[in-house]
Every structure is written in structure tokens, then in C-alpha cells.
């Protein structure tokens, strides 16, 4: 299958500071990456939707200057934690469509766990 | 109402035994649906997809689907401990054209030897 890798699987930071997570399809072009956060014990809640060369679509709740998205290439988003405080400590995981995949298949990374302090 | 409903488990299954899982949607429009393993602590991995009506087979693991009475079924055969984890269900909207899937909450399956 393909593979999606993104770094860090752990970051600690203190409160009031920035963190990025980056997230890239080692083999193949990902048109479309999705940002997703689970909290303990429930599923995968679903942040925005990023597009190579256009502004992330974010779901209702997400603060777009909070959480900043980049889709710079084909095989490139990041996800950028501003500001960050205790309650963003979460798992963030990102998943990547393959352009020519079947509809809907995406491929995840392997998650970040974020703890800030 | 949830868009993807699952039964949370814990789900106990003996070694050896049949696990069967259960997936309901509300958007009766829903053209593809997904079954994702989820480890503790780990990201989640395809299992299979299903978009027809009826079983589709890949290995130990058997997708069922009823567009109709809308719901997803996953049967897992000759269940091992490894087996052991978390299966999210997913569905794909057709309203929505950037492949977003709707995840369930996911059911915990516990195979014991």
C-alpha cells in the first residue's frame, strides 16, 4: 500500500508556544491530505481538508488561525499548532488520497502525539 | 442522530470464533463505505472497502452491505489476537467530492486465547 509518513510521533511543548507536524506521501502524489484529531477513546474527528496550491477547508468548530494548514506539493502538508495550550494535547493524524485511489481510500500517517504542558 | 453509528464493546470474542461488527449510516445516499483497524496508540489501516451491495471477501475478513436497510457489516473468520483492536467504520457522502470520509466511533474487539 502507499505510504504516508509524518513527523514528530511525539512533541512536548510548553504552553503559549508553536508546533509542526508534517505529514508526506513517500510514494506517490496526494492531491488531497486531511488533518484529523482523536482524543482518547473516540474516533478521529476531522479538522480540515487540504488542497496542493489552495487554502485548507476547515470543519465547523476549527479555528483556521489556530490551526494553520499548508499544502505546499503533491507530497507535502503541514499542520501548525499556534499558540498552543493543555487542551490542544491530542493525537493529530493526517491522511492523504491518492489521486488516481479509488474514491475515498486514503492512506494515514502515523499520527503525532502532541502534549503541551 | 450520528452519521456513522457503531457499538462501541468491548466486543470478546474467543480465539478461533467469528467477530461480527456492525455499521449504520444515516445519509441513505452514501456511495462507499470503509472498515479501518485501529491499534492502541497507532493510526488506523485499511482493511476494505465495499461499495455494492452484498459480501465482498479478502482473507479472514468479509464486508457486507445493505444500501437499503443502510448499514455495514464486517465479519472477521478464524479470529486471532492479534485481531485484537479497535475497527472504525467509515462512509463516504456523495455530496462530498473531496473523498471526506465520515468516520464511526470505532468498536473495541477483544480476542481471547
Known amino acids: 500500500g502507499a505510504v504516508v509518513s509524518q513527523h514528530p510521533s511525539r512533541v512536548i511543548c510548553k504552553s503559549g508556544t508553536s508546533v509542526k507536524i508534517e505529514c508526506r506521501s513517500l510514494d506517490f502524489q496526494a492531491t488531497t491530505m486531511f488533518w484529523y484529531r482523536q482524543f482518547p477513546k473516540q474516533s478521529l474527528m476531522l479538522m480540515a481538508t487540504s488542497n496542493e496550491g489552495s487554502k485548507a477547508t476547515y470543519e465547523q468548530g476549527v479555528e483556521k488561525d489556530k490551526f494553520l494548514i499548508n499544502h505546499a506539493s503533491l507530497t507535502l502538508s503541514t499542520l501548525t499548532v499556534t499558540s498552543a495550550h493543555p487542551e490542544d494535547s491530542s493525537f493529530y493524524i493526517c491522511?492523504?488520497?491518492?489521486?488516481?485511489?479509488?474514491?475515498?481510500?486514503?492512506?494515514f500517517g502515523e499520527g503525532s502525539r502532541l502534549t503541551v504542558l | 442522530q450520528k452519521e456513522v453509528e457503531q457499538n462501541s464493546g468491548p466486543l470478546s470474542v474467543p480465539e478461533g470464533a467469528i467477530a461480527s461488527l456492525n455499521c449504520t449510516y444515516s445519509?441513505?445516499?452514501?456511495?462507499?463505505f470503509f472498515w479501518y483497524r485501529q491499534y492502541s496508540g497507532k493510526s488506523p489501516e485499511l482493511i476494505m472497502f465495499?461499495?455494492?451491495?452484498g459480501d465482498k471477501e479478502d482473507g479472514r475478513f468479509t464486508a457486507q452491505l445493505n444500501k437499503a436497510s443502510q448499514y455495514v457489516s464486517l465479519l472477521i473468520r478464524d479470529s486471532q489476537p492479534s485481531d485484537s483492536a479497535t475497527y472504525l467504520c467509515?462512509?463516504?457522502?456523495?455530496?462530498?467530492?473531496?473523498?471526506?470520509?465520515?468516520f464511526g466511533a470505532g468498536t473495541q474487539v477483544v480476542v481471547t486465547p
Open positions: 491522511s492523504a488520497k491518492r489521486a488516481e485511489g479509488a474514491t475515498g481510500e486514503l492512506f
Open positions: 465495499i461499495y455494492s451491495n
Open positions: 445519509d441513505r445516499g452514501s456511495q462507499s
Open positions: 467509515a462512509v463516504l457522502r456523495t455530496t462530498d467530492s473531496w473523498g471526506k470520509l465520515q
